[in-house]
C-alpha cells in the first residue's frame, strides 16, 4: 500500500531547494517517488492518506541535534575566549 502524506512542510537539506511549504510526498514500496506541492500527485488506489498539517518532515539519517542560536550566530566571532 502507498504512503501519502500531504499538507506537510519539508525541510529538503538542500540549499537551492530550501523549505517546500504546503507540500505532498508519496512513497510506493518503501520509496519515495514523489515530491510535489499538494493536490498535484496522482495517487494510486487504497493509498494511506496522513494529514502533516503543523508537521515537519525531513530526510531519514540527518543528524538533527543543533543549537537554534549557532544557526543564526554562524560567522559571527565571540570578542573574547568562551570559557566554562
Known amino acids: 500500500?502507498?504512503?501519502y502524506i500531504y499538507n506537510v512542510t519539508i525541510a529538503t537539506n538542500d540549499p537551492d531547494v530550501g523549505v517546500l511549504?504546503?507540500?505532498a510526498v508519496l512513497v510506493e514500496g518503501g520509496r519515495i517517488?514523489?515530491?510535489a506541492p499538494h493536490q498535484t500527485i496522482p495517487l494510486p488506489p487504497d493509498t494511506q492518506q496522513i494529514d502533516g498539517q503543523g508537521r515537519l518532515l525531513?530526510?531519514?539519517?540527518?543528524?538533527?541535534?543543533?543549537?537554534f542560536y549557532?544557526?543564526?550566530?554562524r560567522g559571527l566571532a565571540l570578542p573574547t575566549t568562551p570559557h566554562n
Open 21 to 23: 511549504e504546503n507540500h
Open 70 to 73: 549557532g544557526t543564526y550566530a
Open 33 to 35: 517517488t514523489a515530491v
Open 58 to 67: 525531513m530526510p531519514g539519517f540527518t543528524n538533527a541535534h543543533m543549537h
Open 1 to 3: 500500500m502507498a504512503l
